[in-house]
């Protein structure tokens, strides 16, 4: 009684089960059916026990075999061993084909001999769980699709570059072969090739759309995408007769945005219609925002770097137009104020002298005249320092080093502060690396001696055929370079970033190290194009 009642709540249980279960014997005979599948047969069909189950569930007049399916049953009896299998089957829903993805798991059932003699059959429709398996595999594919592109144009600052990479990434992921991306002109609103792939040349030059017109200007005009199963038969297409010489018919076109707005468009297709499905197009739009952000940053990379080069010749044209005035008013100087200096001194000295030989007895006139020829003596070595500050006469026509080791006598000596200079391999540089390297270690002699409390100063001045490098070390207090970002109000900073100017402009990079307590290293190194030639040449305005 306890058993009946056991085999009772277990059909109750099996009743309960949501897969359709059906027990069939060897000769694929149905012995029972749980409710499941019950419902789904017609309420008019006879009884399914006793029937055949490939009659029963398929419809079919002989068991499952291929291409169809093949049926695992004689397999499991033979095995006793469990099998598991998905077959796709196609329906009509509303006269709609269908396909139905159903999971069968059959199980052997043995006899108290050990023996198969029927099995059971579970039946469950896994179609759900298939579409969100390719929907997954298919978010899978177009992240890494994205991260494909993303790693094919990080690092490229040139449009070109980024738009030939994408491009060739773009149809590789989608297996195409044709394609290309039209930049929009934000003067005439005209959407135009710059990249692409299997298309003529006769093609990519006439095919000039404004916005609005044809496929791509109208994607352009609405920022939304178009997908077509044949282009040739659309009647928004522009320019057929190009379109049907290039024989092109399977196309998708999505927008490339930056910043809501449409900077391009990129047209990928095909020769074959249909080829293309809506996953493509989204994978495609989805490219298009990255792609887009991309083209933006690219062009404003390539407008700074146009400011910047604009900076760099202003910059050029200013420090060229300043040395040419530093040497035509230490000409003048030299050429009047120091000579009339010296004319002044000298009759000062010599009107001393008269005064003495003539035995003229006067204190006060004799204490001023010896006031004003020291003042004159004195002023003219200040004007001589300051021709010397502006254009050293050295620089011009010795060169490079006697300028440094004349301004280094003049102006660190003084201060106590020992300095060497080395030099290894020196010519007659380009005037305009001699001037830059010059005005280098000028600012950085200055600052030594208003601020750096050094004892001690080494230049060394390395040049071959190749480069020149100058490097300036003192052993003063040092100080945080990480702490001058910017030039601040008050002038600090100026002198550093002057520096880094100027060695820039002739090709050149400037470092600078330094740490509180630790001293100074300034390395300025420029490289050497072409053969030097003789003092005259090099000169600033020689000629």
Same mark, same amino acid.
């Given at each position: 009684?306890?058993?009946?009642?056991?085999?009772?709540?277990?059909?109750?249980?099996?009743?309960?089960?949501?897969?359709?279960?059906?027990?069939?014997?060897?000769?694929?005979?149905?012995?029972?059916?749980?409710?499941?599948?019950?419902?789904?047969?017609?309420?008019?069909?006879?009884?399914?026990?006793?029937?055949?189950?490939?009659?029963?569930?398929?419809?079919?007049?002989?068991?499952?075999?291929?291409?169809?399916?093949?049926?695992?049953?004689?397999?499991?009896?033979?095995?006793?061993?469990?099998?598991?299998?998905?077959?796709?089957?196609?329906?009509?829903?509303?006269?709609?084909?269908?396909?139905?993805?159903?999971?069968?798991?059959?199980?052997?059932?043995?006899?108290?001999?050990?023996?198969?003699?029927?099995?059971?059959?579970?039946?469950?429709?896994?179609?759900?769980? @298939?579409?969100?398996?390719?929907?997954?595999?298919?978010?899978?594919?177009?992240?890494?699709?994205?991260?494909?592109?993303?790693?094919?144009?990080?690092?490229?600052?040139?449009?070109?570059?980024?738009?030939?990479?994408?491009?060739?990434?773009?149809?590789?992921?989608?297996?195409?072969?044709?394609?290309?991306?039209? /930049?929009?002109?934000?003067?005439?609103?005209?959407?135009?090739?710059?990249?692409?792939?299997?298309?003529?040349?006769?093609?990519?030059?006439?095919?000039?759309?404004?916005?609005?017109?044809?496929?791509?200007?109208?994607?352009?005009?609405?920022?939304?995408?178009?997908?077509?199963?044949?282009?040739?038969?659309?009647?928004?297409?522009?320019?057929?007769?190009?379109?049907?010489?290039?024989?092109?018919? =399977?196309?998708?076109?999505?927008?490339?945005?930056? @910043?809501?707005?449409?900077?391009?468009?990129?047209?990928?297709?095909?020769?074959?219609?249909?080829?293309?499905?809506?996953?493509?197009?989204?994978? /495609?739009?989805?490219?298009?925002?990255?792609?887009?952000?991309?083209?933006?940053?690219?062009?404003?990379?390539?407008?700074?770097?146009?400011?910047?080069?604009?900076?760099?010749?202003?910059?050029?044209?200013?420090?060229?137009?300043?040395?040419?005035?530093?040497?035509?008013?230490?000409?003048?100087?030299?050429? =009047?104020?120091?000579?009339?200096?010296?004319?002044?001194?000298?009759?000062?000295?010599?009107?001393?002298?008269?005064?003495?030989?003539?035995?003229?007895?006067?204190?006060?006139?004799?204490?001023?005249?010896?006031?004003?020829?020291?003042?004159?003596?004195?002023?003219?070595?200040?004007?001589?320092?300051?021709?010397?500050?502006?254009?050293?006469?050295?620089?011009?026509?010795?060169?490079?080093?006697?300028?440094?080791?004349?301004?280094?006598?003049?102006?660190?000596?003084?201060?106590?502060?020992?300095?060497?200079?080395?030099?290894?391999?020196?010519?007659?540089?380009?005037?305009?690396?001699?001037?830059?390297?010059?005005?280098?270690?000028?600012?950085?002699?200055?600052?030594?001696?208003?601020?750096?409390?050094?004892?001690?100063?080494?230049?060394? /001045?390395?040049?071959?055929?190749?480069?020149?490098?100058?490097?300036? @070390?003192?052993?003063?207090?040092?100080?945080?370079?990480?702490?001058?970002?910017?030039?601040?109000?008050?002038?600090?900073?100026?002198?550093?970033?002057?520096?880094?100017?100027?060695?820039?402009?002739? =090709?050149?990079?400037?470092?600078?190290?330094?740490?509180?307590?630790?001293?100074?290293?300034?390395?300025?190194?420029?490289?050497?194009?072409?053969?030097?030639?003789?003092?005259?040449?090099?000169?600033?305005?020689?000629?």
């Amino acid at each position: 009684m306890q058993q009946q009642e056991v085999s009772v709540n277990l059909l109750e249980v099996i009743d309960i089960v949501e897969d359709e279960l059906l027990v069939v014997d060897g000769e694929y005979c149905v012995k029972f059916v749980n409710s499941s599948l019950g419902r789904r047969l017609p309420e008019d069909a006879e009884s399914p026990i006793g029937r055949y189950c490939y009659e029963v569930v398929e419809g079919r007049d002989s068991p499952c075999s291929a291409p169809l399916w093949d049926c695992p049953l004689q397999e499991v009896i033979q095995s006793g061993s469990p099998t598991t299998s998905t077959r796709a089957r196609r329906t009509m829903d509303d006269d709609v084909s269908v396909t139905r993805h159903i999971k069968f798991t059959m199980y052997p059932i043995k006899d108290r001999h050990g023996n198969v003699a029927t099995t059971v059959c579970l039946r469950r429709d896994v179609t759900a769980e @298939k579409e969100l398996e390719k929907e997954i595999l298919t978010r899978h594919h177009q992240l890494l699709a994205l991260s494909r592109i993303s790693s094919a144009v990080s690092g490229l600052w040139h449009l070109d570059e980024i738009l030939n990479v994408a491009l060739d990434t773009v149809l590789e992921i989608i297996h195409g072969t044709i394609g290309g991306i039209l /930049l929009l002109d934000e003067r005439t609103q005209e959407l135009h090739y710059q990249v692409q792939r299997g298309l003529s040349a006769e093609y990519a030059e006439k095919m000039r759309l404004a916005v609005g017109e044809g496929i791509a200007g109208t994607v352009a005009q609405t920022g939304e995408p178009i997908l077509l199963r044949d282009i040739s038969k659309d009647p928004r297409t522009a320019r057929l007769d190009l379109v049907s010489a290039e024989g092109l018919k =399977g196309f998708v076109s999505v927008p490339l945005r930056a @910043k809501n707005e449409v900077v391009g468009v990129m047209n990928i297709a095909s020769h074959m219609p249909g080829q293309f499905a809506g996953e493509d197009m989204y994978l /495609l739009h989805s490219i298009g925002h990255q792609l887009g952000m991309a083209i933006e940053q690219a062009r404003l990379y390539e407008r700074l770097s146009n400011a910047r080069e604009r900076y760099q010749r202003l910059l050029q044209h200013a420090i060229t137009a300043q040395e040419e005035e530093r040497k035509r008013i230490a000409r003048e100087l030299h050429d =009047g104020t120091s000579q009339i200096l010296t004319g002044l001194a000298l009759n000062l000295q010599a009107a001393m002298d008269i005064a003495e030989m003539d035995g003229v007895q006067n204190a006060r006139m004799d204490e001023m005249l010896k006031k004003a020829h020291g003042l004159a003596i004195q002023t003219s070595i200040e004007v001589t320092r300051l021709i010397n500050d502006l254009r050293p006469t050295l620089l011009d026509s010795l060169g490079l080093a006697p300028a440094i080791q004349r301004y280094v006598e003049t102006c660190l000596q003084p201060k106590g502060i020992d300095a060497t200079l080395k030099t290894r391999g020196h010519e007659r540089l380009p005037s305009e690396v001699e001037v830059a390297l010059f005005r280098i270690t000028q600012e950085a002699i200055n600052n030594i001696m208003k601020h750096s409390e050094a004892k001690s100063v080494d230049i060394d /001045l390395q040049c071959d055929g190749e480069k020149c490098v100058l490097r300036i @070390k003192d052993d003063g207090k040092g100080f945080d370079v990480e702490e001058i970002t910017k030039v601040e109000k008050t002038g600090r900073g100026v002198g550093l970033f002057g520096m880094k100017e100027r060695v820039t402009l002739v =090709g050149g990079s400037c470092s600078i190290r330094s740490r509180p307590g630790q001293g100074t290293t300034i390395i300025s190194e420029v490289p050497l194009t072409g053969s030097t030639v003789d003092a005259e040449d090099k000169s600033v305005g020689s000629g």
